[in-house]
């Protein structure tokens, strides 16, 4: 009797096991979510400002349906449209991510790119994240020029280890960014400095949410921090959040809006749109785009 009871718990977990898997992968990785933040930055007599902000798309050359969720998003009429980077997840995505992002292209816009722009994914143990030091791999080279020239032909502001300044909903809007300091690509030094007197915002961009940079940013003044990179944690326990960040922010941090410690700035991190090709789950952790909506302090 015992060893049919300890079988039927053992078939049951293996039965929610691959219940779970299965929702995982086949349904909450398409939810696609848009979420509203309210972020308290302007001055006291300014207008709302809204802010439309895309990451880690890890686009497929297939995934039409993210492909138009995506495009869909335009009809939110954004102030400005913000990208931090790891669109592309196959040497053929760049078509698909434009498919996605034309309809934002007649917006103001800003970006930085990630690894996986760089760099296709190859197979790893999802396991590997959970540990402290693991050795980095990426794949085949990713034709990132190309969607970097279609961005910038458009107007947008590449901000790989860049700075300026743009005019957006009748406002002057400082941006500053860094190239991905997951794989050790970003120097802020050469940016670096306090933000302008005449500034009406400064928005500061990563697609890794290193500590280190973020620190830097907020103390030259920038007052909204922008990066993608967690994927949320991408499965997430009740109770317990995301296991992971896949980088030195606290994992308490891994999605949403947050104070950044010790400072006046804001940070948002998005937990992003795609996941990595060789493991397309979300538990907990649907994928999301948000729009900010700036408002007076």
């Not at 760099?119 to 791999?137: A, C, M």
């Not at 959040?241 to 010790?262: E, K, V």
């Not at 006046?264 to 992003?272: F, P, R």
Request: charged share 20%.
């Amino acid at each position: 009797m015992r060893k049919r009871t300890v079988f039927q718990l053992a078939a049951g977990t293996v039965v929610a096991g691959g219940a779970a898997l299965a929702y995982a992968s086949l349904i909450e990785r398409n939810m696609f979510t848009l979420r509203r933040y309210d972020v308290p930055v302007l001055a006291t007599d300014a207008e709302p400002l809204r802010i439309l902000h895309l990451s880690d798309l890890h686009m497929m050359p297939d995934q039409r349906r993210k492909q138009a969720w995506v495009a869909s998003l335009a009809a939110t009429d954004p102030d400005l449209v913000v990208v931090t980077g790891d669109n592309l997840a196959h040497p053929e995505a760049v078509p698909g991510a434009l498919r996605a992002l034309q309809p934002m292209l007649d917006y103001p816009g800003a970006f930085v790119f990630g690894s996986n722009d760089y760099r296709g994914p190859v197979w790893k143990n999802p396991l590997s994240y959970l540990l402290p030091e693991r050795e980095y791999v990426q794949g085949v080279d990713l034709p990132f020029e190309d969607l970097r020239e279609v961005l910038v032909g458009a107007g947008w502001a590449d901000l790989n280890n860049a700075r300026t300044t743009i005019k957006s909903g009748g406002r002057l809007i400082e941006l500053v960014g860094v190239d991905d300091p997951h794989i050790e690509r970003d120097d802020y030094s050469s940016v670096a400095g306090k933000i302008g007197e005449r500034t009406d915002l400064a928005i500061g961009l990563t697609h890794s949410p290193e500590p280190r940079v973020l620190d830097e940013m907020a103390a030259d003044g920038f007052e909204l921090l922008l990066a993608g990179h967690t994927h949320g944690g991408q499965v997430r326990v009740p109770f317990v959040g995301a296991l992971t960040t896949n980088c030195d922010l606290p994992r308490s941090m891994a999605r949403g809006l947050h104070r950044w410690p010790d400072s006046d700035a804001w940070l948002h991190v998005s937990a992003g749109l795609g996941t990595h090709p060789t493991a397309p789950v979300r538990f907990a952790c649907r994928p999301e785009a948000s729009l900010l909506t700036l408002i007076p302090r």
